[in-house]
């Protein structure tokens, strides 16, 4: 008897899109109480907060992991998109020569 053919093959990126693109951690120093991340929501209307700029002397200017249009995911693990934006940006700030981790998904476009 034949084997069964295989149902499913290497695994591939999927094609839709999706709600959890390849995510980017990272820990981010705060200069002068902040870390430079401009916010905004979506213009799709859904529920995700986009970075919509980087201030020229944050730390992730220079560094270049992280570019506008990127979606913020979480600040120290709290999923961005449960909180309203002047919550984020509270979260964001901190005492000059702090710490905190980013999660962001990274803009595909197509």
Do not use: C
Not at 9 to 30: F, H, I, K, N, Q
Not at 62 to 87: I, K, N
Request: net charge negative.
């Amino acid at each position: 008897a034949a084997s069964p053919p295989h149902s499913h093959g290497p695994r591939e990126a999927p094609v839709s899109m999706s709600l959890d693109p390849a995510l980017l951690s990272t820990s981010v120093e705060s200069r002068e109480g902040d870390v430079g991340l401009l916010l905004g929501s979506s213009p799709d209307g859904s529920d995700r907060v986009l970075i919509t700029a980087i201030e020229p002397w944050s730390p992730l200017a220079s560094e270049g992991p992280v570019a506008p249009g990127d979606e913020l995911v979480a600040v120290d693990g709290d999923p961005a998109r449960l909180l309203p934006l002047p919550s984020l940006a509270r979260l964001l700030r901190g005492a000059p020569g702090s710490e905190v981790v980013i999660t962001v998904g990274r803009r595909t476009d197509g």
